[in-house]
Nanobody
């Protein structure tokens, strides 16, 4: 079955950086779009960014577009989220997601049920 395992979360000071990784297995990674979401305590899960199956197109939420970068390494079956200039408002559990449909473009409006999900990794930004 599909497994997505996130890593790289932790505690960082405001203004710092973290790089999240997601290792994917159980699917032909190169033909599935990938995305990152986050969920802060007491809030709904929100879209952070996505990358197309071919890696040529990315999208990011307006709140992170200037600071976060999503990328993928098909040879390693991994997707990454580089997060720079972090602020306490970025504190959340971050989740990796893979589209359930090959060759499909995912957007910030793609339904959550259209993804496979990882277990999440916690990011805490102190002020």
């Amino acid at each position: 079955q599909v497994q997505l395992v996130e890593s790289g979360g932790g505690l960082v000071q405001a203004g710092g950086s973290l790089r999240l990784s997601c290792a994917a297995s159980g699917l032909t990674f190169s033909i599935y779009a990938m995305a990152w979401f986050r969920q802060a305590a007491g809030k709904e899960r929100e879209f952070v960014g996505a990358i197309s199956w071919g890696g040529t197109t990315t999208d990011a939420a307006d709140s992170v577009k200037a600071r976060f970068t999503i990328s993928r390494d098909t040879a390693q079956n991994m997707v990454f989220l580089q997060m720079n200039n972090l602020s306490p408002e970025d504190t959340a559990a971050y989740y990796c997601a893979a589209s359930r449909t090959p060759y499909r473009t995912v957007r910030r409006t793609t339904r959550t049920e259209d993804y496979y999900w990882g277990q999440g990794t916690q990011v805490t930004v102190s002020s």
